[in-house]
């Protein structure tokens, strides 16, 4: 993708448009040590007087098209800011999971806490000095990751847009913290599409409705996807798939008096190994 911060916001309309999204993508950077940021990011403690939890900022900006810059101090939930986005520092790393055991219990014990985390991706203390967010079709920033926030329908084409040109996408599950580590770290630190489940907090905390799931994309992914996106199925005649999908009639349902399957089906009927 280009620096043209025009093209991502048109980006940013179209995947509103084609996806039939509820609520605004939302452009990630991870601001680097003497990097500006643009006066027009809100600073939480500003507009809030408190710090706040940074899945409530994403919910600030794509539910109401707020821009933020997010530094540790500002970030109340201290693992997100300390344990994953390296912007404070723990006298023990390891208090962490014990806060977790002893305030929490997200896990059996603090053993298991840890265990839980150990393929974490993480970033270590001063790498970034913040984590700037922006609807994307309005963004103020050349993003690093794009998150969207969508229903599994939506994910459901997301990934077909994703891998097809082949292969498959691992995503990592554990129920916490998720739109943080999973849906900004990971996604920056592997350059791959990631399958977030919003976890726990997002949803407490962000109001992350029941429905929602999201799909984190690289920049250097993002045009692979948006060049991919509805193309899969495209030799099933009428297609089926859109958003959203027509009522269940693909199987062995007659339409206008033909068989309405995927010819993949009575394809590989004629080829089955006879005993």
């Known amino acids: 993708m280009n ?11 179209g995947l509103i448009n084609q996806l039939k999204l509820t609520t605004y993508p939302i452009a990630v950077k991870l601001i680097k040590a003497g990097e500006e940021v643009s006066s027009n990011a809100l ?7 408190f710090e706040i939890p940074a899945c409530l900022a994403y919910t600030w900006c794509r539910r109401g098209g707020f821009h933020f810059f997010l530094k540790g101090e500002e970030i109340a939930c201290k693992p997100i800011s300390c344990h994953y986005f390296g912007l404070e520092r723990l006298e023990d790393p390891g208090d962490v999971y014990k ?4 305030k929490a219990a997200y896990k059996k014990n603090a053993d298991m806490e840890k265990k839980s985390r150990e393929n974490d991706a993480i970033l270590e203390f ?12 309005s963004t103020i920033i050349i993003p690093d990751i794009i998150m969207i926030y969508c229903s599994p329908l939506i ?3 997301l990934i077909l847009a994703a891998t097809y040109e082949g292969g498959s996408l691992t995503s990592h599950f554990n129920g916490m913290e998720s739109s943080c580590k999973e849906g900004i ?8 599409c990631q399958v977030v489940a919003p976890g726990m907090g997002d949803r407490v905390m962000a109001g992350v409705q029941d429905h929602e799931m999201i799909f984190s994309i690289p920049r250097l992914k993002l ?4 060049n991919n996106l509805f193309l899969a199925g495209k030799k099933i005649n009428p297609s089926p ?5 027509l009522n269940a009639t693909i199987g062995p349902v007659k339409t206008f008096g033909k068989w309405n399957e995927p010819g993949v089906w009575p394809l590989l009927r004629k080829k089955i190994k006879k005993e």
């Open 3 to 13: 620096e043209d911060i025009e093209e991502y916001r048109k980006i940013g309309e």
């Open 99 to 102: 806060a977790w055991e002893r």
């Open 185 to 192: 770290i990971r996604t920056y630190k592997s350059n791959e």
């Open 126 to 137: 001063g790498e970034i000095q913040g984590i700037a967010i922006s609807p994307l079709n």
């Open 155 to 157: 994910l459901s084409h």
């Open 43 to 49: 600073r939480p403690k500003d507009m809030f007087d």
């Open 241 to 245: 798939f859109g958003i959203p999908h």
């Open 223 to 226: 045009e692979m996807v948006l």
